[in-house]
């Protein structure tokens, strides 16, 4: 794991603060590089092997954030559809609030999805703020929302990294999807993660760890997680029966 | 039906009296108590003195068996906003006051001296006893004590030290199914006006009622089918409140960038994901509490819990978002136990959790405490609890303390705080808070569905005027829910399902015995703000009151940079109808 080029600007994305993160996306936009497979080459490969109840441990994560690489470039719908295989009709009927950069998605099918996006995804809500949040609310006057009109991108990269984020009732059920997957973490993140997980969780964690394919013992774990040469941890939770 | 009144001003000491009700007939919820309040209470009266009336409603289905039917109005000229105020609460109350055949319960007068009383309501009658022993308890400990005297098949509205001590942001406690005073009607003061008429608590008797009966019980039982039915089944009221609560809110509100942060200088709290509705949840149930639960019988969306500690023991009801968001976010603390700790005492202290984290938030900007410091948070409620001169000041809410600490950024509007949803990210908020005869309120603007209700047909929805039209014909639906006594979360099932907006229509005409339509609940809404607003004209309340503060429009929210621009001409075109 030799740090690169990019190691202390994606490690300031670790940091707290919105700003850091901000950076981050100044950072992806800024880029120069033709190819954008080198970016997270400082990360580590953790995976699980766990049943399906095991799979919520990993909510805190998905509410927090995460990246994952994909086509970019797309509309938000072909996004998801095409490359994570959500179809137009949970699209249409369970992710009600989508915000992109912020920003209230009205339709997915015409809103741009770019290297350095941020998409967060969302059941209904409750409350007025949760009814005029909602895609195609009536009362989306009451807020502003993101330009739409564009369903693809010519010229524009053809591989990103665009940061996501589950929230409430699409957690259970995109969560494991996205974990199977593999999604990207910042490693302080992960760290905080693994800390603040209660005494019986951990352990059963600590037994269904692969670090770079093998087992290790929970202070060598807790070792890596916490070196400051790592910015970013490969997630991939697989679920057996 | 009748209405119940209490002259606590009388000679010989209180004197209690039923009446008809009359000219009030077919009201219920806020409808009554504004018209009460605007009939009743001269408009310039000390909200302390004695020509202010405390007005206690029930629901026009409350104490029926329709769903989620049991919301409970309190009214009177506000102490905190100096015009009218409806503030209202779940638990068991409504439900009771209304079997026992009370339409209202109006507290009136004051007394000679400072004597405190006790009031216990029975199908055998009414007793008023003072009672100095209870001086100064907690809710907690006055309703177990009110156990102990009256036993279990009780419920209490009652005032913590906050409403003895007169302050500002004193709520009026209501008891849940548990019997644990946890549900407040929180905004205004009310429990402030409580206090100045020296009623510490209002045991209720529910040993012999029954329910209400419908003039037309099949119909009543049909529509009730329904009603319930269509909570149900919508993923709002049937999936995302009984798993997360209200607090379901928290990520996405703090995503939009409309999520105030450290006294509303922020729109975004990084680590607000420490205390969402989704980790909130996993807390309870992970240390065996419970992160679905109802707040009243009757109760079908069940978006309440029950906090307990690492070690399982009982703390408190599942927080609310906006209450999460005032004494967490705001103040920058990220810390469930921490906030579970805070709602608890503004429970017991009998506290409007809004208001306290507000004014937290404007305390830590003076400097009394630092941003984050939990601790300092407990310190600074305990010390209004006590009474202490800070204590006295926090007590009387964000206006008075950014007053006295010499803060500019103060969030309020009519002297009350606003709440959870920054109005620069999020701008119709901003027409709502503004306008509201509430003061700064997130529920004075609901959401059904302004097609549905036929209050009004879609402007451009990104000018200015468009957003004014959405706040009239919400704030208009809202006063309609509030009459109702219904649970204004039913809002998303009408909202999305016609046939559960009719249901609901159904339930009160099988109940009265009517034939309302749409437009009439719509007239009956325009009625409320009408009677509201008209008081608040007399009390003293202009166009220049419905301003957010200056902060708003001038410093930009990150992270959109957003100021509030809707223009103030427009706000004043809100109640033009």
Known sequence: ?241 | MKILRINMGATGGPKVSDEPMGQYEGLGGRALTSAIVAKEVPPLCHPLGEDNKLVIAPGLLSGTPAAISGRISVGCKSPLTGGIKEANSGGQPSQVLAMLGYGAVVLEGKPKNDTLYKVFISKDGVKVTPDNSLRLLGNYALVEKMKKEYGEKVSCISIGQAGEMKMSAASIAFTDMELRPTRHAGRGGVGAVMGAKGVKVIVVSEAGTKARTPKNPEKFREANKIFAEGLKKHPVTGEGLPAYGTNVLTNVINEAGAYPTKNFMWGRFDTCQKISGETQAQTETSRGGLATHGCHSGCVIQCSGIFVDKDGHYVTKQPEYETVWALGGNCCIDDLDVIAQLDRLCDDIGLDTIEMGATIGVAMEAGLAKFGDGQASINLLKEVGKGSPIGRILGNGAAITGKVLGVERVPVVKGQALPAYDPRGIQGMGVTYATSTQGADHTAGYAVATNIMKVGGYLDPLKPEGQVELSRNLQIATAAIDATGMCLFIAFAVMDQPETFQALIDLLNAFYGLNLTADDVTALGKQILKTERDFNLRAGLTAKHDRLPDFFKKEALGPHNLTFMVKDEDLDKVFNW
């Open chain 1, 1 to 241: 794991m030799v740090p690169g080029n990019n190691f202390n600007l994606l490690a300031a994305h670790t940091l707290r603060g919105e700003r850091s993160e901000l950076f981050f996306i100044s950072f992806m936009e800024n880029d120069s590089s033709p190819s954008f497979k080198n970016r997270f080459h400082s990360f580590l490969p953790v995976e699980f092997n766990l049943p399906p109840d095991g799979i919520p441990a990993f909510f805190p994560l998905l509410q927090k954030g995460f990246v994952v690489k994909a086509r970019v470039g797309v509309s938000v719908q072909a996004f998801l559809g095409d490359q994570f295989g959500l179809g137009p009709e949970y699209l249409r009927d369970r992710v009600k609030t989508i915000f992109l950069d912020g920003k209230s998605v009205d339709d997915p099918d015409k809103t741009l999805i770019l290297d350095g996006s941020r998409l967060a995804l969302s059941a209904a809500l409750p409350g007025l703020a949760g009814a005029v949040l909602r895609r195609g609310s009536p009362f989306a006057g009451l807020r502003s929302r993101v330009a739409e009109g564009e369903k693809e991108r010519p010229g524009a990269p053809e591989e990103g990294f665009v940061s996501l984020k589950i929230f409430n009732l699409l957690l259970p059920e995109l969560g494991p999807l996205f974990l199977r997957k593999g999604i990207l973490i910042p490693r302080q993140d992960f760290q905080e993660f693994w800390e603040s997980l209660p005494g019986d969780i951990r352990k059963r964690l600590e037994q269904a760890i692969r670090v770079q394919g093998k087992g290790l013992p929970p202070d060598q774990i807790r070792d890596l997680i916490g070196s400051s040469s790592i910015a970013w941890i490969s997630l991939a939770v697989h679920s057996g029966s």
